[in-house]
């Protein structure tokens, strides 16, 4: 049995946790943000204060009003949570907002959990994984200490179980280590 320590995904937690608690503003002639230029506007602040690409998708707009939350759902680096977006102010035609992953919504593909785990398999064994196949949903939750157990098999025809166990999460970075159990 080998334990396999995955920190791949740690590059983007300084970054992602500064981009969560600044406040964002959105060129607005109108009392509201579309959902459109909603998910367009946090698509680029992400990018910016991260240099990580996300894929951000926004059912509702934003009303320009006290109290106004609207909520989207982003994805990046196999890392998909909602965000809570909320407006702050609008000021000179500029709606500024603030937003945050809500962290019970994050999760991590197997399909990214796989690629990352085959390539460090493959450093440590020699070996790449051919299968892991994990919760039906496709998606391991993204909360500390959050455990899934998926079934394995690496290219020389070795079978078993890989449990992976969330170590880290903040924003939308979760860091895992993946255990072979034969």
């Known amino acids: 049995m080998s334990t396999l320590r995955v ?5 983007l937690a300084a970054a992602a946790a500064a981009v969560f608690a600044t406040a964002f503003s959105c060129e607005a002639s109108t009392a ?11 698509t680029q602040q992400f990018k910016d204060k991260t ?3 996300a894929e951000v998708t926004c059912k509702d707009g934003l009303n320009a009003s006290t109290g106004e939350t609207s909520t989207c759902i982003a994805t990046s680096d196999g ?7 909320t407006f702050t102010e609008k000021k000179d035609d500029k709606i500024y907002f603030d937003w945050a992953v809500v ?8 399909a ?10 493959q450093k440590q064994n020699g070996f790449t994984l051919t299968k892991l196949d994990c919760p039906p949903s496709g998606f391991i939750p ?9 079934a394995v098999e690496a290219d020389d025809g070795d079978k078993g179980t890989m ?7 903040e924003g939308m970075h979760v860091e895992f280590n993946g255990e072979w159990q034969a």
Do not use: H, P, W, Y
């Open 103 to 110: 962290e019970s919504t994050r999760k991590l593909s197997a």
């Open 163 to 169: 449990k992976i166990t969330v170590t880290a999460a």
């Open 142 to 150: 993204g909360q500390v200490g959050a455990v899934a157990e998926c």
């Open 79 to 85: 890392v998909t949570a909602d965000l809570k977006v």
């Open 7 to 11: 920190r791949r995904l740690s590059v």
């Open 112 to 121: 990214r959990a796989k690629e990352v785990l085959s390539e460090v398999f």
């Open 51 to 53: 240099g990580q690409t």
């Open 32 to 42: 509201s943000i579309s959902a459109d230029d909603l998910a367009k506007s946090i």
